[in-house]
């Protein structure tokens, strides 16, 4: 016979001491009818918004509707074997998740149970899953890098600790890869991660869990996961639930990303949830408040002040400011940016990073367009070093799409054209990235210095990523020093440009790639 | 049940409201206890749901199996129900006025439901360790229900304490199984 992890006679001992046996008083009311996983009740005239409620069987529910003789439920979890005329019980508590170091590594539900099958998680605090954002006073601006270790994000679309950054595009185009690489870069940075997926097979987010385990990832990322298969009030409160965790790390001064898997499912499962509760459907049937319900989970990223962090965590931590960065993501139909979520999510984000499939399929991987994708803030938070070199970067793209664009139809360009078009094609080059292979800060230096001191210009294009990856490799091996210091400062100065070309100059001279 | 409640509470609070000037609020009890009970009877509710039979026809129907207990307010009550289609409400509206009446005259009915049959000593302290939680004067209704093995469910409005033991059984079963 299987016995569970929980069936130890020390722990039944422990319980069974610690349970309480006082009798309960507690509200109580009579499901008057359950549809869909919507539960209307009678009674419960002490209830609260966001409440939740406890029901005969066990499982729980969340309050919505609050009306006058009746309250609106949402099942969290099965609802199979309720009945009309069964009891429903107030619990007094507003809805919580564990939060805590404890659960890193682990793969839990919209509620924080563990759902990988390794035992229970020990946390030691809960936390609501709705919280008011900080508020101005507490908020520090945004100065230090979220480095994602993508060559054309970090270079062109940066983004700072406390940012929200949009991934957008349509299916296929990328938008979880980025995510993940991002994840993976935050290795030994002390960034905690929490990666939320919504509605997604549960077939990818085990793969995406075994990817994060084999490039070690796991030790610092939280897994906050809401499959299609589970119920629809799951999936619109995983993101909030993942927040909560993200922010357990914001409030004791450290600095944690969140990835929210996407948004567009998650506004579905809300508009479930919303028109079965009988809320007057708007625009895409969408309920009135599906701004607000991105807008006030995506203002919950921030990076706070040392006074707050000294504040909430009362004196514990002293000194440090707190940040949780997010990269919401949103998948578009068609391309269509200007549907109803992703207008709402792009205005409410600090930027957005725009995947386009064309590029996708013609093997520019990041499939980024660097000419819709922007970050309004980023550039504050760079380093010293890649706001230097990568400057150009962009400005050699954008000329060159519209002068690809353009010639075309020319038959012969002149001397300036045709170099500009030359070098666009390798920086175009340049910019796609393997999954799975951030770059440190100091890698990304020595690439952006040598596209913009033109030591690819005479590098055939098929042949720009050999050169990249031998140049990387005889950087790391004869400029390891240099290179980790690099890494570390993030410094610009003459010394180190003319450091920089007498390596380049060296590897070129040997012609290995 | 909620939409009936909903639909019952305006006609409850006329009524009480008008009781409560006249003094009269005992009385209403009675009547709308009784009318209640005439409504809820099934072949009553069969009558009243035909969709043949004339809104008036129904109202004189009604007051007649009522065998001249109304008064003739209670009779204009009757008439307006049958026209507004609300004459199944009855039996809501007679809930709702009780809870209006107790609240009026500050009491609250308490169903305490024992696994064996309360003493006169214990159902005092009963009323009385409820008054001073409620704050009210409380009507007690005991009922015996063994399946309980032992203490006692008290239920007064939306409260409902539970300190039975098959309560606390069923709360063992579930810290131990989560």
């Known amino acids: 016979m ?24 507690r509200t109580e009311g009579t499901i008057v009818s359950i549809m869909d996983g919507i539960v209307r009740i009678h009674g419960l005239s002490d209830v609260m918004s966001g409440e939740m409620i ?17 309250v609106g439920a949402v099942v969290l979890g099965d609802y199979k074997g309720m009945s009309e005329g069964d009891t429903a019980k107030c619990t007094g508590r507003i809805l919580d998740v564990p939060v805590g170091p404890e659960l890193m590594g682990r793969v839990v539900n919209s509620l924080g149970a563990p759902i990988d099958g390794k035992g229970p998680v020990d946390t030691k605090e809960m936390n609501p899953i709705e919280r008011q954002a900080p508020g101005v006073i507490e908020r520090k601006s945004v100065d230090e890098p979220m480095e994602t270790g993508i060559k054309a994000l970090d270079s062109m679309v940066p983004v700072g600790r406390g940012q929200r950054e949009l991934i957008i595009g349509d299916r296929q185009t990328g938008k979880t890869a980025i995510a993940i690489d991002a994840i993976i870069n935050q290795k030994g940075k002390g960034v905690k991660c929490i990666y939320v997926a919504i509605g997604q097979k549960a077939s990818s987010v085990a793969g995406i869990v075994r990817k994060l385990e084999e490039y070690g990832a796991m030790d610092y990322t939280i897994v906050v996961a809401a499959n299609a298969s589970d119920p629809a009030s799951m999936q619109y409160l995983a993101p909030y639930a993942g927040c909560a965790m ?3 790390f914001r409030d004791n001064g450290e600095d944690a990303l969140i990835i929210y898997d996407d948004l567009t499912k998650q506004a579905w499962a809300y508009r479930q949830v919303s028109l079965l509760l009988r809320r007057p459907p708007g625009r895409e049937a969408y309920p009135g408040d599906v701004f607000f319900l991105h807008s006030r989970l995506l203002e919950r990223s921030s990076r706070v002040n040392a006074e707050y962090v000294e504040r909430y965590t009362k004196g514990r931590v002293k000194g440090k400011t707190g940040s949780l960065t997010a990269y919401p993501i949103i998948e578009t139909q068609e391309g269509d940016v200007s549907a109803f979520v992703p207008t709402n999510v792009i205005s409410i984000t600090d930027g957005q990073i725009f995947l386009d499939t064309d590029l996708f399929n013609s093997g520019n991987r990041p499939a980024i367009d660097a000419g819709l994708s922007v970050s309004r803030v980023g550039g504050a938070a760079q380093t010293k070093v890649i706001k230097k070199l990568g400057g150009g970067i962009r400005l050699d793209l954008a000329q060159y799409r519209e002068l690809a664009a353009f010639s075309q139809f020319a038959s012969d360009l002149d001397e300036g054209t045709r170099k500009q078009l030359e070098r666009g094609e390798r920086v175009t080059a340049l910019m796609t990235q393997k999954q799975y292979t951030p770059l440190k800060t100091g890698e990304l230096a020595f690439t952006l210095f040598a596209a913009n001191e033109g030591f690819i210009d005479d590098v055939e294009v098929a042949n720009v990523g050999n050169f990249e990856s031998a140049m990387l490799a005889y950087v790391r091996s004869e400029k390891s020093d240099f290179l980790d210091s690099l890494n570390e400062s993030g410094d610009f100065s003459d010394e180190i440009a003319a450091e920089m070309k007498s390596t380049l100059e060296d590897f070129k001279s040997k012609g290995a790639w | 049940m909620s939409e009936l409640t909903t639909a019952a509470r305006p006609y409850a609070r006329a009524v009480f409201e008008m009781a409560n000037e006249a003094g009269g609020l005992a009385k209403w009890s009675e009547l709308l206890a009784f009318m209640g009970a005439v409504a809820s009877n099934e072949e009553v509710q069969t009558l009243l ?46 809930v709702i006025y009780e809870t209006l009446k107790d609240e009026a005259e500050g009491s609250v009915e308490a169903l305490v439901t024992a696994a064996k049959k309360l003493t006169q000593a214990e159902e005092k302290s009963i009323a009385a360790a409820l ?20 203490g006692a469910i008290i239920r007064a409005g939306d409260l409902v304490m539970d300190g039975s033991l098959k309560g606390r059984l069923n709360k063992m079963t579930n810290v131990m199984s989560h």
């Open chain 2, 49 to 94: 749901a035909n969709p043949k039979m004339a809104k008036q026809v129904g109202a004189d129907a009604f007051i007649k199996l009522c065998d001249k207990k109304l008064d003739d307010k209670a009779e204009n009550l009757v008439k307006m129900l049958a026209e507004n289609d609300r004459l199944s409400l009855l039996p809501e509206m007679s």
């Open chain 1, 54 to 70: 406890e029901f005969s069987n066990g499982s729980y529910g969340l309050a919505l509707n609050l009306e006058r003789d009746s």
């Open chain 1, 246 to 248: 993200g922010e357990y």
């Open chain 1, 2 to 25: 299987q016995l569970n992890p929980t069936e130890i006679s020390d722990l039944i001992k422990k319980r069974i001491e610690g349970f309480d046996t006082d009798a309960e008083a």
């Open chain 2, 131 to 150: 008054k001073k939680r409620l704050g009210r004067d409380v009507k007690l209704k005991v009922s015996v229900d063994e399946s309980l093995l032992g």
